[in-house]
């Protein structure tokens, strides 16, 4: 049962284009979404967050937008570089039950100079 | 700041044998959770300590056990492990106001032959 989807495996851009990485849930309970990067032999590094009743979280290059209704969250990056190369994943976040955090399978992104 | 360390940094273990992971939370995090990682997919959440309880739990055997100390440093124990227990383990905390954003150590590489 997957509970988060990044249904794309990988994304090519241009430097200085913009990015968007999307993703996909089916649980209505999750109270926070999240995007981490993962660099080779390295653990994930949070990215940014947002907040279940929010819909646009902002920080620096990087957006999250929420869409409820539609149960789909996307991250954007404007302006993408080469050092954004990574995998990307997102994540949901609830409490009911117990704390518990459900990756997607991730999307790499690679950045062409 | 200290971020989060885990050791060791890769493990050979023999199938039904018994393995323990480490791992010690970044300065002023009281939560730490563990999760798996197989090739090519995202972490999977195997549970959560706040002090030195769990309070949080996947979808994962009771073989899978763990401890949090009162430095909130931590442990994960594998009991009679299978093949399909070789991955890549990450440890990750937080601190109690904002236990979403969670913050990765570099995690064990453990394989069973």
């Known amino acids: 049962d997957q509970q988060v989807k990044q249904n794309s495996p990988s994304l090519s851009v241009q430097e200085g284009r913009i990015s968007i990485l999307n993703c996909d849930y089916t649980n209505s309970m999750f109270d926070y979404f999240l995007w981490y990067k993962k660099y080779p032999a390295e653990g994930p590094t949070f990215l940014i967050s947002?907040?279940?009743?929010?819909d646009k979280n902002e920080d620096g290059r990087f957006t999250v937008f929420l869409n409820k209704s539609a149960k789909h969250l996307s991250l954007h990056i404007v302006p993408s570089q080469p050092g954004d190369s990574a995998v990307y994943f997102c994540?949901?976040?609830?409490?009911?039950?117990?704390?518990?955090?459900?990756f997607g399978a991730g999307t790499r992104l690679f950045v062409k100079a | 700041e200290t971020g989060v360390t885990q050791s060791p940094t890769h493990l050979i273990k023999t199938r039904g044998q018994q393995v323990t992971l480490r791992c010690s939370s970044q300065s002023g995090h009281n939560t730490v959770s563990w999760y798996q990682q197989a090739l090519g997919q995202g972490p999977q959440f195997i549970f959560q300590?706040?002090?030195?309880?769990?309070?949080g739990r996947g979808n994962f055997p009771p073989r899978f056990s763990g401890l949090q100390f009162p430095n909130y440093s931590s442990e994960l124990n594998v009991n009679a492990l299978e093949l399909d227990d070789s991955a890549l383990y990450l440890c990750?905390?937080?601190?109690?106001?904002?236990?979403?954003?969670?913050?990765f150590g570099p995690g064990t590489r453990l394989t069973v032959t």
């Open positions: 300590y706040y002090r030195e309880e769990e309070n």
């Open positions: 994540a949901a976040w609830f409490l009911t039950g117990g704390f518990k955090t459900i």
């Open positions: 990750a905390s937080s601190s109690g106001q904002r236990t979403y954003e969670q913050y």
């Open positions: 947002i907040s279940s009743i929010k």
